[in-house]
């Protein structure tokens, strides 16, 4: 990393240590004087919020790990004894549950500011992609998490989630057997599960850590989407931004807490208060509400695809909808090379902009819906929502890229910025 | 964009409600708690008379497994009023010395008794239905203490043309409207020591409390630190914006 000249510090310590492992240095020219365009605004705050929620998690995950047991007969008995007998440990496990709501809460707009500023366009399509990796990994840490407290809505969730596998053709029982580790949702299982949880948020570390790499390659994005062209467009990223992630983050905190401490169990399932009972099935099996949209998306394929005239099945409609599902994340991923409109930024696309925001809302009434019984007007609903969340990226952008118009862009931050303040 | 992001957050926020509806068709009616709000407490006196409502009336077929007599100091129960309540009570243990099992009073450190040895028990004394453990039934339900205070309270007449099966009542809260829980409260059932009405309503109303309580029993020492956390986050991020408006001062962003 830092590595050739190097400048000298004045403390012998930090010398020594410096000239042997040049870690000072590094954090010098990584987060001390790393040029960041000046003129982010508070949407540029989540990516540290998304940090701190990250590294909240792992350290309160741990203290709970040492006091959980998993074992099917008494994994809900030890939840309870943490919330009773340990010492704070109902802030632990509220700090824990709330926490994995609130870090994909800091993670969706963080996502959001991503698609609204052009943030996965060239150069940055890798830093993209380790992003959705990253969010992919959450998801896997999230579900098997929500499994371990072993109440009805963690059994019943698993059960549904992994019996998805079995869509897939000739495999799909094997694979669900192996998750399992038997014939259903068992002690293996959560042990499995266990292990893996405690695993999954190291490996989110690491990729964390490749993404933010990326990131001090390629320097971060803007608002304006224009890359800085010297030294009047950029900050030090100490003091500037250090102080501001730090307002941004007491904030963030302030909301966590409201929930952590008063709220505490507003956004969890008082189903899950109930112990885990395979030969009772609750009517209304519903997954935390980060997954709804996808769960919404899921149950939408409620129809086989078939040969036109023959009748053969091709797609049954339970693999429709895995594929639909695991279709919605892959269209992330894909993102970077669908959009090649020249144009970053949302502020300089008025059509881009129209339909991002459609595939906001389209994201939020998915979410309803997938909290919803699949009856009624909320299956149609959720499959005009799916039809429009796969349209946003394999007909809207594609056809942006040829028709939208290119707007003039500013010719440099610094420009864009003093015009600003003389109109203000 | 403040606004942009106060509306995305708040929007985040708002919509979480949506996702649990409410599975049967009865509205919960809204009650007054002393422990609601976030410098709520719990009614010491309503704890101590929920507790009585417990043993003396729904202890006959419901367990609260998770609590220890010792939990009992909470109420403001002494020591020894709480190693007196316990001695009531008995539990099978050992082996002693001898290899033998014995019986003995229970300490405040022993759970509360279970009315039944195991589920099937349960079930076989009361026709087959399972009484659910009561530790964690407010949480474990919409609606927490209004829901317990709606089902105690929620016994009618059934419907003309509602056909219930033997060991079936009507309860206008329950989901299915059908429960297999007789209407267990009456009024003058237990009788209270500090002059609080003996009414039906009374009792479900501090029952429920004391089922709040024993489901969330860190609630006040929670909701107090809440306090001095959100005090102490808006005063550091005060000094924040603070610093971080002074530093940004001579920059034109």
Same mark, same amino acid.
Request: proline share 6%; with cysteine.
């Given at each position: 990393?830092a ?6 510090? %004045?403390n ?5 240590? %410096? ?21 982010f ?25 040492m006091?959980?047991?998993?074992n ?30 609130? @870090?994909?809460?800091?993670? =969706? ?8 500023? /052009?943030? =996965?366009?060239?150069?940055r ?5 380790l ?7 959450m ?11 072993w ?7 698993a ?24 014939f259903s949702? %068992? ?6 599960f ?44 100490h003091?500037y ?8 983050v007491l ?7 409201? @929930? ?29 509400w ?8 899921l ?10 005239f023959?009748?053969?099945i ?16 892959a ?7 669908? %959009? ?24 939020f ?5 997938? /909290? ?37 862009l ?15 | ?39 709520? $407490?719990? &009614? ?16 006959a077929c ?10 009992l100091e909470?109420?403001?129960?002494? +020591?020894?009023e709480v ?13 002693n &010395? ?12 022993? !759970?509360?008794?279970s ?7 349960? !079930? ?8 659910? +453990? ?6 474990? !339900?919409?609606?927490?203490?209004d ?14 043309? *509602? +056909?219930?099966a ?6 206008? *809260? ?12 009456? &009024? ?23 089922? $709040?309580?024993?489901a ?22 005060g ?15």
């Amino acid at each position: 990393m830092a590595s050739g000249t190097r400048e000298k510090f %004045d403390n012998p310590v930090i010398e020594w240590v %410096d000239s042997r492992l040049p870690v000072f240095s590094m954090m010098q020219k990584e987060y001390g004087v790393f040029p960041t365009p000046k003129n982010f605004n508070y949407f540029w705050n989540f990516g540290a919020i998304a940090m701190v929620m990250l590294v909240t998690m792992i350290v309160t995950g741990i203290v709970l790990a040492m006091n959980y047991a998993a074992n099917a007969d008494i994994a809900f008995s030890s939840v309870e004894r943490i919330m009773r007998d340990v010492n704070h440990g109902w802030l632990l496990r509220y700090l824990h549950a709330n926490g994995a709501s609130f @870090f994909f809460i800091a993670v =969706y707009i963080h996502i959001f500011r991503g698609m609204y500023y /052009g943030s =996965y366009k060239q150069p940055r399509e890798l830093l993209w992609i380790l992003g959705v990796v990253i969010f992919l990994l959450m998801m896997a840490t999230a579900f098997m998490g929500y499994v371990l407290p072993w109440g009805q809505m963690s059994f019943w969730g698993a059960t549904v989630i992994t019996n998805l596998f079995s869509a897939i053709p000739l495999v799909g029982d094997s694979i669900v057997t192996l998750l399992w580790g038997g014939f259903s949702v %068992d002690n293996p299982t959560l042990n499995r599960f266990f292990a893996l949880h405690y695993l999954l948020p190291f490996v989110i570390f690491a990729v964390v850590f490749l993404h933010v790499w990326a990131l001090h390659v390629t320097g971060s994005n803007n608002p304006l989407g224009v890359e800085p062209k010297g030294k009047q467009d950029t900050l030090p990223f100490h003091p500037y931004y250090t102080m501001k992630d730090t307002f941004g983050v007491l904030v963030f905190l302030i909301v966590y807490s409201a @929930f952590v401490f008063f709220l505490p169990n507003y956004l969890g399932h008082p189903d899950n208060y109930i112990p885990a009972d395979p030969l009772v099935t609750p009517p209304h099996i519903v997954p935390e509400w980060y997954f709804l949209p996808f769960y919404a998306i899921l149950r939408a394929i409620t129809f086989d695809i078939t040969i036109p005239f023959t009748g053969i099945i091709l797609i049954p409609a339970k693999l429709g909808g895995v594929i639909a599902m695991f279709g919605s994340i892959a269209m992330l991923f894909a993102l970077p090379f669908i %959009d090649k409109h020249p144009v970053r930024s949302a502020v300089f696309r008025p059509w881009y902009k129209i339909a991002l925001m459609v595939f906001v809302v389209v994201a939020f009434v998915l979410g309803i819906c997938g /909290g919803k019984p699949p009856e009624g007007i909320w299956v149609p609903l959720a499959q005009v929502c799916t039809v429009y969340y796969f349209a946003f990226f394999l007909v809207i952008i594609p056809f942006l890229n040829k028709k939208e118009p290119v707007l003039e862009l500013p010719a440099s931050i610094n420009d864009a910025v003093l015009k600003k303040s003389k109109k203000a | 964009m403040k606004k942009i992001l106060t509306l995305t957050v708040a929007s985040f926020l708002t919509f979480s409600p949506l996702v649990h509806a409410a599975e049967s068709g009865h509205k919960l009616e809204n009650q007054q708690w002393s422990f609601e709000g976030i410098f709520g $407490t719990y &009614d010491r006196g309503a704890l101590q008379r929920g507790f009585q409502v417990y043993s003396q009336v729904c202890s006959a077929c419901h367990s609260m497994k998770y609590l220890s007599y010792r939990n009992l100091e909470a109420l403001g129960y002494t +020591d020894d009023e709480v190693k007196a309540i316990a001695s009531q009570y008995t539990i099978m243990d050992g082996p002693n &010395d001898e290899g033998e099992m014995f019986e003995r009073a229970r300490k405040p450190s022993d !759970r509360f008794k279970s009315p039944y040895d195991n589920d099937k028990a349960a !079930r076989y004394a009361n026709g087959g239905a399972l009484p659910p +453990d009561l530790s964690l039934i407010t949480k474990a !339900r919409e609606g927490g203490a209004d829901y317990v205070y709606g089902i105690l309270t929620g016994y009618e007449e059934p419907p003309e043309g *509602v +056909d219930l099966a033997a060991g079936q009542h009507w309860n206008k *809260v329950m989901a299915g409207n059908k429960i297999a829980m007789a209407a267990p409260l009456s &009024d003058d059932i237990v009788s209270y020591e500090d002059g609080s009405p003996t009414t039906v309503d009374q009792y479900a109303r501090d029952v429920a409390q004391f089922l $709040t309580w024993a489901a969330e029993p860190e609630m006040e020492i929670r909701k107090r630190t809440g306090i001095k956390v959100i005090l102490f986050l808006l005063a550091f991020a005060g000094i924040m914006y603070s610093v971080k408006k002074k530093i940004w001062a001579d920059v034109k962003h």
